[in-house]
């Protein structure tokens, strides 16, 4: 056997002159004041922690968007009071002719922030921020990030962009509306400075007139109140296209600068953590997949994230200061009013926007991915079948992911040679995650799987990414991704393989790590209640998508039932948000789960599921500094049934004790037999 200490970094954490008190001596128990443990801790665990409950938050906020979608397409034409009363600003720009039912431009912001919200405040921090902080140094030995105030910089430097996203519903207009792709010239024209001090020059002669004859005190009463210079500024990002492209736009580009920001901050940390702080013996390929699959995230944001925010600042420029980035040479007519001319080009976006947001596809799916694979093998009891085909599949992903950006612009007038190459690169896709989905499925044949929230939740993940990896493939083929691009199979692939496949993955690992997070077990009861209602009621929801999208059903249309097409589709559209609204109110099981596990759950102790990565070594929940000692690695991740090992699996920190046999259909150890509430 190699030597253990061989080809590992020569550190093990936080570098303490920064994270002073971060040491492994058992007698460091690290900062004691409220402020420095919970609020603006360095401890990786804290942080990870406070990703997690503000996922959580905006979770129930996307979720709340997603059902007002839903109620507007199964129910187009019902009075809905209680979004006059929340949003009155958008409720003031309703025609009167509509009554309290829900306009167009209101049903765009909603599904506009529910996509926003969705992928960059909750699937990114929850499966980045979140479980990368708290297990990475776990997993690799190490006592905390390599720079540990960075690291508190990344959660906090995301708050402005909290504050951004909420406020952007309550200014002139709404939020943004124009789609979380946000293309020009829609999201990015805006008003000239004569035209927004136009409105203040006509209401000053219109008044002027009407007084004419009144008295002095009684002119002075009535004469229209000059805006200030706040508000001259922000009426002159309003857009002649749309209201909701105007000041919610501006908010809504702030907002994801300083979560690409958080992002980028984090990436660096991970890299480097991952490649320095490693344990004696934790060599690159004794790493879980969990750890490759946030090191591979990490450096996808790493390349990716600071071409997205380059152009969020352009548009920004473009909405604020008069830059012409994205307004083409001849400039735009929005009715009497014309731009002048530009110099810009709108697709110059969409080629910078999705280099970005398709690998964000694979940012939002490989640390799950890995989540799941460690989450099979410990309840699976036998070896995950072809670890190192599985790391070299996801680098293989990854890679091809930047070379792939330009199927979402099929439609865009592209060289048909040019498109020709982005459709073989895409379809290319298939081959590596194909090898890691047939080698999730011999890791379960076979085996002895022990059924518990978590596997199930994971096995649920690999099932919804086989589904929408298929209809990924009919949509790589130009010609017919050209007839679906702008239909509802488009809706179902993404929700397939984002919002179930990431969502799934994220069950599974909260369920998993919960013990080591927090302590205390979740209960396996309500966990498997809440998996097999939200598993139905799910595909119930989505996966009519792809029936509507074949039939032509567009998406981003706010009333089907004004078309004669789409009319006899209707019954199919309440179907599923009937299903939709079931889902959320099963959320409420989860929720109450979590929170009386919280308190109240049995105590966990160390390894509750008999894991063999480090994780599992540490005292649940880890003090800090994570370990009393360094640990030394001298097996892989997932060395189970193993005949002569004791329970039948190996830790990585086990000394050496001769050869052992591999027998995958070993019994699962007792201490998993009896698993309760």
């Known amino acids: 056997m190699s030597d ?10 936080a570098d303490d002159s920064s994270h002073a008190g971060h040491g492994l001596s058992g007698h460091d128990h690290g900062p004691t004041g409220f402020f420095s443990r919970f609020v603006f801790s360095l401890d990786h665990k804290t942080i990870g922690i406070q990703f997690l409950f ?6 129930l906020l996307g979720g709340l968007l997603a059902l007002g979608v839903r109620l507007q397409l199964g129910w187009p034409n019902q009075a809905m009071p209680l979004f006059a009363q929340w949003f009155p600003q958008l409720a003031e720009s309703i025609p009167s002719s509509w009554g309290t039912r829900m306009s167009p431009e209101f049903y765009t912001m909603l599904f506009t922030m529910h996509a926003t919200v969705m992928i960059f405040f909750v699937i990114v921090p929850w499966l980045g921020g979140a479980f990368g902080n708290f297990l990475i140094p776990l997993m690799i030995g190490a006592k905390d990030m390599a720079f540990p105030r960075l690291n508190m910089l ?55 007139e009407q007084n004419a004859e009144k008295s002095p005190e009684k002119k002075a009463a009535d ?17 002649p296209a749309a209201g909701q492209s105007g000041q919610g736009q501006v908010f809504w580009l702030l907002a994801l600068i300083f979560s690409g920001i958080s992002s980028m901050m984090g990436s660096v940390n991970y890299i480097t953590t991952i490649l320095n702080c490693r344990a004696p013996g934790m060599t690159l390929m004794r790493m879980p997949l969990t750890v490759w699959g946030m090191f591979i995230t990490a450096v996808l944001q790493a390349l990716a994230l600071p071409v997205l925010t380059v152009a969020l600042f352009m548009q920004l420029l473009d909405k604020t200061v008069g830059t012409v980035f994205f307004l083409p040479p001849a400039g735009l007519s929005f009715g009497n009013w014309h731009t002048g001319t530009g110099g810009g080009q709108p697709l110059l976006w969409q080629h910078l926007f999705w280099f970005y947001s398709h690998p964000a596809v ?10 799941v694979s460690d989450v099979l093998a410990a309840f699976c009891r036998k070896p995950l079948f072809g670890y190192k085909p599985m790391v070299f ?14 199927h979402h612009m099929f439609q865009s007038g592209m060289d048909p040679r040019m498109g020709s190459a982005f459709m073989v690169a895409t379809m290319l896709i298939a081959l590596p995650s194909a090898i890691k989905t047939f080698n999730w499925l011999a890791t379960v044949w076979g085996s002895r799987i022990v059924f518990t929230s978590a596997s199930l939740n994971a096995l649920a993940f690999v099932s919804m990414f086989v589904i929408g990896g298929l209809s990924g493939i009919f949509m790589a083929s130009t010609p017919v991704d050209i007839y679906i691009h702008d239909t509802y199979f488009i809706v179902a692939h993404i929700h397939y ?59 981003r249309y706010y009333d089907p039932t004004l078309y004669d097409f789409l009319r006899p589709l209707q019954p199919l559209n309440q179907f599923m948000s009937i299903s939709a609204f079931l889902m959320g109110l099963v959320q409420i099981i989860f929720l109450v789960n979590f929170f009386w596990s919280l308190f109240f759950g049995k105590r966990s102790g160390n390894d ?31 060395e189970y049934g193993m005949a002569d090992a004791p329970e039948g699996r190996v830790a990585q920190t086990d000394l050496p004790t001769g050869s052992l046999t591999a027998h995958s259909t070993l019994a699962a150890p007792s201490s998993l037999d009896r698993i309760d509430s």
């Open 154 to 208: 990344s959660y906090w430097v995301l708050w402005p962009g909290f504050v951004f996203l909420i406020a952007s519903f309550f200014v002139d207009g709404g939020a943004a509306g124009s789609g979380w792709t946000a293309y020009p010239t829609l999201s990015s024209a805006a008003q000239p400075e004569p035209v927004a001090d136009a409105g203040w020059d006509a209401a000053k002669k219109a008044t002027a």
């Open 393 to 406: 599949s996801m680098i293989a992903i990854a890679g091809l992911g930047f070379i792939v950006w330009g």
């Open 497 to 555: 393989v984002l919002f179930l496949s990431s969502t799934f993955g994220i069950f599974a690992g909260i369920y998993y790590w919960f013990p080591k997070m927090f302590g205390r077990m979740m209960s396996e009861p309500l966990g498997q209640i809440h998996f097999f209602l939200t598993f139905i009621l799910a595909n119930a929801t989505f996966f009519p998508m792809h029936i509507l999208g074949i039939a032509g059903h567009p998406r």
């Open 54 to 59: 503000s996922g959580l938050i905006f979770w």
């Open 362 to 371: 694979y940012i939002m799916i490989l640390p799950a991915m890995g989540m």
């Open 223 to 239: 004469a229209p109140k000059e805006p200030g210079l706040v508000e001259k500024i922000m009426k002159r990002w309003d857009s």
């Open 608 to 638: 509750p599921w008999s894991a063999n990565t480090l994780e599992w070594q540490a005292p649940s929940p880890p003090p800090h500094g994570n370990f009393e000692a360094t640990p030394i690695v001298y097996h892989g991740p997932y």
């Open 4 to 13: 253990p200490l061989k080809s590992t970094a020569p550190t093990n954490g």
